[in-house]
């Protein structure tokens, strides 16, 4: 199948909510991003041109990439303020990909329909007291090659939150949970200097007096970046900014001694001490595991069906780039990509 291939998409269909719930989100559909999608609609009737994309399917293309590209620049330019601007970058990257990716991808594995992986996928259920958080830039929302997504077709949407970067509902979904918990539960998983370890953070609470294993206590929140490492660095700042707003102090972030990854055979990181973010949730279950405290809790069940999906998600990707004739390895780059 040739990535020069364009897909058109039926006009008229908005994103209903089962749809956009579909592909791994609690929330109703953001508003930011519906204004886009009825924006993209009208531009189609204006222009009398079909919506078209390119082969990846969340790129505009054609005749309507043409149009669109002076339309939005022109919208941008109009925004007063740089989170106006953020808002209406990421509604438009989420617009698109989901536009473009009706009746492609799968809605539970973001892989091709013909390259579904869920068959194989068996799902495991996270220990109750931690609470994964997917902090996603738009640009990574829908990529086949992301590993995030296996967190919550693992554990489940009750589990693993998806929030996408930029995205209102989310953001504010998200913090609100952290409100409510407290900044001493919260963590971000970033590789950092004067980062803490997992026993750092259960050791603290302890000495607090909390114990991590209590049901009356809430859940251990962790925070995992899910995007390129130069916009995570982005991504990173704008949930310290708020927790400075909220707290007058940081989110304490988390290193993890994360190893090789199998993904790295197709997606090679800037360097060894970063991973793709299934691989960071799978150091950090086992760390956990490796808590005395937490020994018993069942985390290393959770470890091996997380590796597992990777193994698998790493076939499938492996299979449809050998039928395309593609490379099954890639070239080290830096400043590349996390999944």
Known sequence: ???????????????????????????????????????????????????????????LSGVFKI????????????LSSSEEKLQFFSAR?????LLGSRGYLCQKCWLARSDCMCSRVNMCALWPKLRLWLYMHPKD?????????????IFGIDAVSLCLYGI??????????????????????????????????????????????????????????????????????????????????ELCCMSLNTGVSAMHKLRPQPSWDRTCTAAAAVALLHELHHIPELSYVGLEEQVNALESSLEVLLEALTTRRRRMGRSVSRKIRHNRDIC
């Open 1 to 59: 199948m040739s990535s020069s291939r364009e897909s058109e998409v039926e006009a008229g269909e908005p994103i209903r909510l089962e749809e956009w719930q579909a592909w791994g989100s609690v929330s109703p559909v953001p508003s930011a991003v519906d204004e886009v999608i009825r924006d993209l609609k009208l531009l189609e009737k204006q222009i009398n041109a079909p919506m078209t994309f390119d082969g990846n399917h969340g790129t």
């Open 67 to 78: 149009h669109e590209d002076k339309k939005h620049r022109q919208k941008y330019a109009s």
């Open 93 to 97: 990257q989420i617009a698109c990909r």
């Open 141 to 153: 929302f829908l990529r086949q090659n992301n590993t995030g997504k296996l967190l919550w077709q």
């Open 168 to 249: 209102a509902e989310h953001e504010e979904m998200m913090w609100n949970s952290f409100i409510h918990a407290g900044r001493d539960k919260v963590w971000c998983l970033y590789p950092s200097n004067n980062a803490a370890t997992v026993s750092d953070a259960v050791k603290f609470l302890s000495e607090t007096g909390e114990d991590p294993v209590a049901k009356e206590n809430p859940a251990m929140h962790f925070i995992l970046i899910d995007g390129t490492w130069n916009n995570s660095t982005a991504m990173l700042h704008r949930l310290q900014d708020k927790a400075k707003a909220l707290w007058d102090q």
